[in-house]
Nanobody
Framework: QVQLVESGGGSVQAGGSLRLSCAAS????????MGWFRQAPGKEREAVAT????????FHADSVKGRFTISQDSAKNTVYLQMNSLKPEDTAMYYC??????????????????????WGQGTQVTVSS
């Protein structure tokens, strides 16, 4: 059963920091590509960062490079998103995600954004100016 449980959202002033956590089931976490996406009101969902849990290879969107960092704790089956220097435009609902099941190992390792098909319930991040 897919289980992705986010936590750590909240309200912060511009320039502040937050850390999001995503606890996954062992089945979902192992040898998988996981990531963080966000969606602001009236806007399309966008990828923020991804991580391939097998080797820790990461991707960060240009809009967050140098400010956000995705990481993992394999002992806890947990993926994190450390968000520093937050801006009002970072305000959105943040979702933890994993690629959909049934993909080959080689395909999973590519961490294609359009392969993400399992989602958490989301956690709200609000940044005030």
């Amino acid at each position: 059963q897919v289980q992705l449980v986010e936590s750590g959202g909240g309200s912060v002033q511009a320039g502040g920091s937050l850390r999001l956590s995503c606890a996954a089931s062992k089945y979902t976490y192992n040898s998988n590509c996981m990531g963080w996406f966000r969606q602001a009101p009236g806007k399309e969902r966008e990828a923020v960062a991804t991580i391939y849990t097998t080797d820790g290879r990461t991707f960060h969107a240009d809009s967050v490079k140098g400010r956000f960092t995705i990481s993992q704790d394999s002992a806890k089956n947990t993926v994190y998103l450390q968000m520093n220097s937050l801006k009002p435009e970072d305000t959105a609902m943040y979702y933890c995600a994993a690629v959909r099941p049934g993909l080959t190992r080689l395909r999973v390792a590519q961490c294609r954004l359009d392969d993400f098909g399992r989602w958490g319930q989301g956690t709200q991040v609000t940044v005030s100016s």
